[in-house]
């Protein structure tokens, strides 16, 4: 049997078969099905951060989409290996988007994305001025400080009282959007771990087909989501 | 120096909606016609099939199908005294790319613009006389009329498949139809889509206000259906990935769905993709083009096309920045008002009001691109521009289109953007909203308009081309009247919160949001060559043997989304060519 790139082949349609045979067995009422055994996040390998970038990367994630209060965080449904796995990629690199010079990075926000440097060099520079910052103002780099110190450094940042260079303003905009990215995007792409998010709002995912519940007004959809692959929850 | 490869009958710039209209028109009269597309081959399978589509980060957020400012950007400046700097990532307009063009991923709302819209000057001062057009407004007639162009509207809505309600079939007004539409010659193909319960709520609301309410005409099928070439459409699912997704279900109206496979089957048509057509070369004696020179990426080597008769199908910006570069035309200024290529740049006024409801559930994710509701009582032809003190107009529609969570997630005023807040304020509200959306006419004026930049250029050395736009008072008021009027709905609906976004005074034009894929005029159509570069059939009128298609030819942006009117007009093009231009070329007007 070949499996032709982009193609569905016959053996992954018998995979998604079989994994959704598993997860029928699942009682009702079972918040999402069990995911395949990953690393930790502690001991995930990042492709594109350095170490100190992963403590950063990781911090941050609690800190935008927290662990408490009801839904998932962004350190359970593993938003870090998300955004580090999209810096490692073409949206890390800019690669579809217009860099030839001259740059102004300092022009009207109006005007857009103006910087010489793409998303993943915009992250590895902005996050030793942020921990610098961090440093001076509050006496610690921002994974060791308290939860409530860490959520007035980010809005510092978010407000842009953190003096970033022009070509880096965009830093707490990529990092907020990228994060987001990571909890509601497909499964796939490293984030949105059991898809807890899809059935933390109510999305069913890649179901794709609703033409019965037009006309079913007001009502709770009853299915919960699936992704892309076929796993469900 | 260039490859030259062998003489075809017709060389087609682009192959989207207009593109593949043309080549199926002129390949039935059995001319040799080559179309060139500057991005991918691409059909519903493998590209875009179930469940890979499916895929908001990809399609919707990454805009895997569309245009890569890598390849093909321009520069955006507000006004006449700005440095233009280069429109570096998508953001408020998404130009399509490869086979299809944005006709594979738009929504599929196809209107026909009303009477007036088509002699707007003549109408405004006519109407409510000449001096109520405000200084630098530079508003046109286009040369056609309505009346001229609606059995074209009529062949494209066959072809394309169109699901809704005839509110004014030959003149006689149709219950539960748009009453202030412009006579159609005959009944939708298809009957209206269902609508989600947001259209529903607001269908009532505008009744009990006295207003006309009816099904937003719509590409998305609402049944089975073969066209006249013999194309068939499915019925919509309502998977809710329509706009930035190509449909997995032959349901949405584009140029896969509709004419492709029928036209391939055509021995006398062929396509070359990866194919970017970097000039159309004129001839000595300026009167005619002689075909087009072309970057083959797969050979790596620029070739020159020759062709009897050339048409540029491609989006409406390149368009104009292609007639630029290739030096057909004389270019405007804006100093002086001369000249007419760039001229007339316009865009599409939007805006809407969110409601929140705590005790009802909307499914957002159950929608379709052209699904619900909409009222036209505060249209072009319905508002008293001299009283209110602005020309132009909107419709007014509710109608969820989707509910993918990165894009769309609304949440109520005051809500954080981040933080624990923020993530229950989106488990609690994802599926308790709706809009109700206001699209509006945008006005030409003399500083908006297109030209090549002085300092950017393409990855062929080409010059960028420049956009200089920025938002008038006329608009901003019309856009205000249109939230007053939502507003009034809105609140008679009895939502928990509500919360409106509209253009206001000093607004200027953001590019980093989106906003829409309207982008018109620079290439503009009219009734004298002194004021536009196409005469009523869209011929050039320089060169006799160049057509140019699309929304580039709109003298100024209608109230309604531009695909069904730039189907009418191919067709109404096509016809010419057909009935008059092959038999005897020459300028027609």
């Known amino acids: 049997m070949v499996d032709l790139p982009g193609r569905p082949s016959r053996r992954s349609f018998l995979k998604a078969t079989v994994a959704s045979a598993a997860v029928t067995s699942i009682p009702i009422g079972m918040p999402h099905a069990k995911a395949a055994e990953l690393p930790s996040l502690d001991a995930y390998k990042p492709v594109y951060f350095d170490a100190a970038e992963w403590s950063f990367i990781l911090a941050a994630c609690a800190r935008l989409i927290p662990s408490d209060g009801e839904g998932p965080g962004a350190i359970e449904t593993r938003v870090p290996v998300f955004i580090d796995l999209q810096l490692a990629g073409d949206f890390g690199k800019a690669a579809d988007w217009y860099m030839e010079g001259p740059h102004t990075p300092d022009a009207n926000p109006l005007l857009g994305f103006q910087s010489p440097l793409t998303p993943a060099e915009i992250y590895r520079k902005a996050i030793p001025v942020f921990q610098d910052w961090c440093k001076t103002t509050h006496g610690d780099a921002f994974e060791k400080l308290d939860p409530e110190t860490q959520d007035a450094a980010l809005t510092s940042l978010e407000k842009g009282e953190v003096k970033l260079a022009p070509e880096l303003r965009d830093f707490f905009s990529f990092l907020l959007q990228n994060t987001k990215e990571g909890y509601f995007a497909d499964p796939m792409y490293g984030g949105n771990h059991g898809m807890q998010a899809w059935v933390h709002v109510g999305f069913p995912g890649a179901r794709g087909s609703y033409t019965e519940w037009v006309h079913n007004y007001n009502a709770e959809y009853p299915l919960g989501p699936v992704s892309i692959s076929g796993e469900r929850a | 120096m260039a490859r030259q490869d062998p003489k075809k009958d017709v060389v087609v710039i682009g192959l989207g909606w207009t593109g593949s209209i043309m080549s199926m028109e002129l390949a039935q009269e059995g001319l040799e016609v080559l179309a060139l597309e500057r991005g991918d081959d691409r059909n519903t399978v493998p590209d875009f099939q179930y469940p890979n589509i499916i895929d908001e980060l990809k399609y919707g957020i990454r805009y895997e199908l569309m245009q890569k400012p890598r390849k093909s950007t321009l520069t955006i400046r507000h006004g006449l005294d700005d440095t233009a700097l280069p429109y570096r990532h998508l953001g408020s307009f ?89 006579p159609r010659s005959s009944e939708y193909p298809m009957p209206p889509l269902p609508h989600t319960y947001d259209a529903d709520l607001f269908s009532k609301a505008a009744k009990a206000k006295g207003l006309h309410p009816f099904p937003r005409p719509s590409a998305n099928a609402s049944e089975a259906y073969t066209n006249p070439y013999g194309m068939q459409l499915g019925p919509c699912n309502f998977c809710g990935f329509c706009e930035r997704f190509g449909c997995l279900n032959y349901s949405k109206s584009s140029p896969q769905v509709c004419i492709l496979d029928a036209l391939k089957r055509k021995p006398n048509f062929s396509y070359k993709t990866n194919s970017e057509v970097l000039k159309i070369e004129k001839a000595d004696d300026g009167k005619t083009v002689t075909g087009v020179t072309y970057f083959d990426e797969k050979a790596n080597e620029e070739v020159f096309q020759p062709a009897d008769l050339v048409l540029l199908c491609a989006y409406s910006l390149h368009n104009v920045h292609l007639l630029l570069l290739s030096g057909i035309g004389q270019p405007y200024d804006p100093a002086t008002g001369e000249g007419v290529v760039g001229k007339n740049y316009a865009y599409q006024m939007t805006g809407g009001t969110r409601l929140y409801f705590k005790d009802k559930q909307f499914n957002p994710f159950i929608g379709t ?46 809500t954080p953007k981040w933080g624990k807040a923020w993530k229950e304020a989106a488990g609690e509200w994802y599926g308790r909203s709706m809009a109700i959306g206001s699209h509006g006419s945008n006005m030409s004026y003399r500083d908006c ?39 009034e709905i809105a609140q008679s609906m009895n939502p928990d919160m509500i919360a409106s976004g509209y253009k206001k005074e000093g607004s200027q034009y953001d590019v980093r949001p989106y906003q829409s894929t309207h982008n018109v005029g620079g290439a503009i159509m009219g009734a004298e060559r002194k004021t536009s570069v196409l005469n009523k059939y869209l011929q050039h009128w320089d060169c006799h043997n160049l057509f140019v298609m699309g929304a580039s030819a709109y003298p100024q942006n209608i109230q309604y989304n531009p695909t069904g009117a730039l189907g009418g007009l191919a067709y109404w093009s096509a016809a010419a060519i057909r009935k008059d231009y092959l038999a005897n070329p020459r300028p027609l007007v």
Not at chain 2, 109 to 117: D, G, H, I, S, T
Not at chain 2, 157 to 180: C, D, R, T, W
Not at chain 2, 460 to 478: S, V
């Open chain 2, 369 to 414: 691109g052209s699904n619900g509701i909409s009222i036209d009582d505060y249209s072009i032809s319905q508002i008293d521009f001299a009283k209110e003190g602005f020309i132009g107009g909107s419709y007014i529609t509710a109608g969820q289109t989707n509910g993918r969570p990165i894009q769309s997630m609304p949440l109520p005023p005051g």
């Open chain 2, 94 to 182: 998404l130009p399509g790319d490869g086979v299809g063009g944005a006709g594979a991923h738009w929504n599929g709302q196809n209107w026909r613009p009303q009477e007036p819209e088509y002699r707007l000057r003549s109408y405004v001062e006519e109407t409510f006389g000449a001096d109520i057009i405000p200084e630098g407004m530079t508003i046109q007639d286009w040369g056609v009329t309505y009346e001229e162009l609606e059995p074209y509207f009529d062949q494209f809505e066959k072809v394309a498949g169109i699901s809704g309600k005839a509110g004014n079939l030959n003149g006689e007004i149709i219950e539960g139809g748009n009453p202030f539409e412009a």
């Open chain 2, 449 to 487: 308009y297109l030209d090549l930049d002085p300092t950017y250029t393409d990855r062929h050395g080409r010059p960028l081309m420049r956009m200089t736009f920025n938002w008038k008072q006329n608009d901003i008021r019309m856009t205000q009247f249109m939230k007053a009027r939502i507003e």
